[in-house]
């Protein structure tokens, strides 16, 4: 498993929010961080992530990005 942290603007950390679950990911954090943003984590499978990103439109691979696996 995977887990991916990202820094959104909040209306797309709520994409990412409503649809994991759709994807067999969960949310394993999610706090206001200031200036209409939101940090998020998501983990799941590597492939379940890149899923879920690319439905929502949100690219995996930018600065606001921390991967890990758990």
């Known amino acids: 498993m995977e887990e991916v942290t990202k820094i959104l603007p909040f209306n797309e950390a709520a994409k990412l ?8 990911c969960r949310i394993t954090d999610l706090a206001v961080v200031g200036g209409g943003n939101a940090r998020i984590s998501v983990a799941g499978t590597g492939e379940n992530l890149k899923t879920l990103f690319d439905n929502v ?3 995996l691979d930018n600065e ?3 991967t890990t696996t758990v």
Do not use: C
């Not at 929010?17 to 067999?24: C, F, K, P």
């Open 17 to 24: 929010q409503t649809e994991a679950g759709n994807y067999d």
């Open 57 to 59: 439109k949100i690219p």
């Open 64 to 66: 606001n990005q921390e």
